[in-house]
C-alpha cells in the first residue's frame, strides 16, 4: 500500500537545541498531520497542514513548534528550542481528502531531549 | 473527557481463539480507523471502516454509526497478533483530526 517515510528514526539531542522532523508522505496526498505519542501514552494529534497552511493545531502544539512543506519537498515539523517534555515519538501521517479520508501513517520518528 | 473509550484494556487468549475488541466514541463520526501498534511502536494500519461492515484476512470490522460504536473481531488468533489496537475517530465536519482511544493491549499465548 501507500507509504509515507520519515526520517531520521531516532534523533537524540541536547535541551534547547533546535530538531527538525522529516516526512516524506504518499506522493498524490493533500492532507498532512503531526501526531505525538510520548511512551506508554495515547496518541495525540498536533497539527494538520494543507495548502500550504496550518489548518488546526492542538494544545501540544506550542509556540516553539513550526511546521512547512516548502515546494512539495518533505513535510517537516521544527522544534525550536527544545525541552525535555518534548522526548516522544512523533509520527506523520498523509490522506488525499479530509471528511472521511483514510489516514496514512509513517514509521514515527523517536525523539530523545537529554 | 475521553472522547475515546476502548474496551477491554487488556486481552489475554489462547491461541487459536477469537478476540473481540471494543471502541465507542463520545459523538457522532464519519470516519473510523483501527490500528495495530508492534511492541516497537510502529503503527499498522488495519481497517479503514467509517460504517457497516468491512472484512482483511482474518479481521472483521463493524461500525455502526447511530450508535456511535465500533469493533474489531479477529478470529483464530496467532502470537503474533499480540500487541496494542488503537481504534480512531475523526470529528464529524472536522478537518482530519484523527483522535485515538488508549488502546486495547492483547496478549495471545500458546
Known amino acids: 500500500g501507500p507509504k509515507v517515510l520519515q526520517i531520521p528514526s531516532h534523533q537524540i539531542i541536547d535541551m534547547g537545541q533546535m530538531v527538525t522532523l522529516n516526512c516524506d508522505p504518499v506522493?498524490?496526498?493533500?492532507?498532512f498531520y503531526w501526531y505525538k505519542q510520548i511512551l506508554g501514552q495515547q496518541m495525540e494529534f498536533l497539527v494538520n497542514?494543507?495548502?500550504?497552511?496550518?489548518?488546526?493545531k492542538s494544545k501540544l502544539f506550542k509556540d516553539q513548534f513550526s511546521v512547512e512543506r516548502p515546494d512539495g519537498s518533505y513535510f517537516t515539523l521544527k522544534i525550536q528550542p527544545t525541552a525535555l517534555e518534548d522526548s516522544a515519538v512523533y509520527f506523520c501521517a498523509s490522506s488525499y481528502g479530509t471528511g472521511g479520508g483514510e489516514q496514512y501513517f509513517g514509521p514515527g520518528t523517536r525523539l530523545t531531549v537529554l | 473527557e475521553q472522547q475515546v473509550q476502548q474496551s477491554p484494556a487488556s486481552l489475554v487468549l489462547q491461541e487459536a481463539e477469537n478476540a473481540e475488541l471494543q471502541c465507542s466514541f463520545s459523538?457522532?463520526?464519519?470516519?473510523v480507523q483501527w490500528f495495530y501498534q508492534r511492541p516497537g511502536g510502529r503503527l499498522v494500519s488495519l481497517l479503514y471502516n467509517p460504517s457497516g461492515t468491512k472484512q482483511s484476512g482474518r479481521l472483521t470490522s463493524t461500525t455502526v454509526i447511530k450508535e456511535r460504536r465500533s469493533s474489531l473481531h479477529i478470529s483464530s488468533s496467532q502470537i503474533t497478533d499480540s500487541g496494542t489496537y488503537l481504534c480512531?475517530?475523526?470529528?464529524?465536519?472536522?478537518?482530519?483530526?484523527?483522535?485515538f482511544g488508549q488502546g486495547t493491549k492483547l496478549s495471545i499465548k500458546p
Open positions: 497542514f494543507y495548502n500550504g497552511k496550518v489548518m488546526e
Open positions: 480512531a475517530m475523526e470529528r464529524d465536519y472536522n478537518q482530519g483530526k484523527l483522535i
Open positions: 506522493s498524490n496526498h493533500l492532507y
Open positions: 459523538i457522532f463520526t464519519n470516519q
